[in-house]
């Protein structure tokens, strides 16, 4: 079982930014590519931005621009630096690990939200 542990979600005013972090088992996180997904009351979870082993970048329409998704291999972590927060922004943001393009695991999910 692969344990992934989110944090940095909190209550933000519109315009404000959060940075989020999901560590990941080292034995395989450097093999693996990474992401950020979200859910909103109601709707289906969307993809927010992946990243790969390599650290090739992918970011859904709506936060291009706004957000930026990195990761450290020495720390076995991946980030989420989101700025210019929307209330449109508000979710369940979820890490996912995706190995050998076969594997997923999630994390617990950390709550985001955007006051206006």
């Known amino acids: 079982q692969v344990h992934l542990v989110e944090s940095g979600g909190g209550l933000v005013q519109a315009g404000g930014s959060l940075r989020l972090s999901c560590a990941a088992p080292?034995?395989?996180?450097?093999?693996?590519?990474m992401g950020w997904y979200r859910q909103a009351p109601g709707k289906q979870r969307d993809l927010v931005a992946t990243?790969?082993?390599?650290?090739?970048?992918n970011y859904a329409d709506s936060v291009k621009g706004r957000f930026t998704i990195s990761r450290d291999n020495a720390k076995n972590t991946v980030y989420l630096q989101m700025n210019s927060l929307k209330p449109e922004d508000t979710a369940v943001y979820y890490c996912?690990?995706?190995?050998?393009?076969?594997?997923?695991?999630w994390g617990q999910g950390t709550q985001v939200t955007v006051s206006s």
């Open positions: 080292g034995s395989i996180f450097s093999i693996s590519a």
């Open positions: 996912n690990l995706c190995l050998e393009d076969e594997y997923d695991y």
């Open positions: 990243i790969t082993s390599g650290s090739r970048t």
